[in-house]
């Protein structure tokens, strides 16, 4: 009985500590590593754990500008080629392509490979240009 007073009493109290804890939940529960990472996080993380870009647009896309440094494996073929590309599995791994839609199936298949610090930079390509971020071209 007790339970069921302090309940009644304090609705509101239980209510804002469920979405609160739901509210910290979510990020783990949308999978926030896969592809929430800006283009200023993108350079954060070049510059402070050297992670590594890779480009899985197709090569003649490639060809026309990508961000300076990265490697370019289609995406049809990251499954085959990503291990040899790069070789250390527990270094960041940033994947990007045109607008970051291949990218986020990229970070599946990087992380069934093992490399659990993959992530799709989110906007691809178009977001580093509009962040104003180097681009080179092939």
């Known amino acids: 009985m007790k339970l069921i007073e302090f309940v009644t009493a304090n609705w509101m109290l239980i209510l804002i500590a469920l979405s609160s804890g739901?509210?910290?939940?979510?990020?783990l529960v949308r999978g926030a590593?896969?592809?929430t990472l800006t283009a200023q996080g993108a350079v954060q993380l070049i510059n402070?754990?050297?992670a590594v870009l890779v480009d899985v647009r197709?090569?003649?896309?490639?060809a026309t500008g990508h961000m300076i440094g990265a490697k370019n494996v289609p995406?049809?073929?990251?499954e085959e080629k990503l291990a040899t590309t790069v070789?250390?599995?527990n270094v960041p791994l940033l994947l990007v392509c045109a607008t970051g839609a291949r990218a986020q199936r990229a970070v599946a298949t990087a992380k069934k490979l093992g490399y659990e610090q993959a992530q799709?930079?989110?906007g691809?390509?178009?977001?580093?240009?509009d962040a104003n971020l180097p681009v080179e071209k092939a």
Do not use: Q, T, Y
């Open 22 to 27: 739901a509210m910290l939940a979510w990020p």
């Open 33 to 35: 590593s896969g592809g």
């Open 48 to 50: 402070r754990e050297r």
């Open 58 to 62: 197709e090569p003649e896309e490639f």
């Open 75 to 78: 995406l049809a073929l990251l």
């Open 87 to 89: 070789k250390n599995k």
């Open 120 to 122: 799709a930079v989110a």
């Open 124 to 129: 691809g390509l178009k977001a580093w240009k």
